[in-house]
């Protein structure tokens, strides 16, 4: 999204060569329209993909207690802005817990400790996989949450 174009710092839309829409946002950033293409897939995909789980866990949105966001993907993010476009379930903000390299972590963790170890290496064997890109119903998910729009209580 962070593209740099060579001209005077300006704000505003735009249009470019080949009618491609710039929107200027500050200092020669600017965002296109496959910019926000992207960052509807994007966002749908992370959304059927949640839908999808909560479902087969017998679970709707309003029976979560909080969301835990691992990486480096948590450090920048704004949550208000990412439940605005459905990228998180609507929770209260403080609900929201950054957790950072949680895999650095937890690898740290089961080399260090037995218990720890056993305890994973049971929650292992109840994982059950669910593929989402193979079934229809991912793909009705999928459609279903191109809009940007925070989660409904209902379907994605």
Same mark, same amino acid.
Request: glycine letters at 0%; a positive charge; proline letters at 0%.
């Given at each position: 999204m962070d593209r740099k174009v060579n001209s005077a710092p300006r704000t505003g839309i735009q249009f470019a060569r080949k009618k491609q829409i710039l929107i200027f946002i500050t200092g020669g950033i600017v965002l296109t329209q496959a910019d926000v293409r992207k960052m509807q897939l994007a966002v749908a995909a992370i959304k059927s993909g949640v839908r999808m789980m909560l479902e087969e866990a017998g679970l709707g949105v309003s029976d979560l207690d909080g969301i835990f966001v691992a990486g480096a993907f948590g450090a920048s993010l704004n949550v208000r802005n990412a439940t605005a476009v459905g990228l998180l379930p609507s929770l209260p903000e403080d609900n929201v817990f950054f957790v950072g390299n /949680? /895999?650095?972590a937890g690898a740290r963790k089961l080399l260090l400790s037995g218990p720890e170890r056993r305890k994973v290496e049971s929650?292992?064997?109840?994982?059950?996989?669910i593929s989402l890109a193979s079934g229809r119903a991912f793909q009705d998910r999928f459609i279903a949450a191109l809009e940007l729009k925070p989660y409904s209580g209902g379907s994605a």
């Open positions: /949680s /895999s650095l929650y292992a064997r109840k994982i059950k996989h």
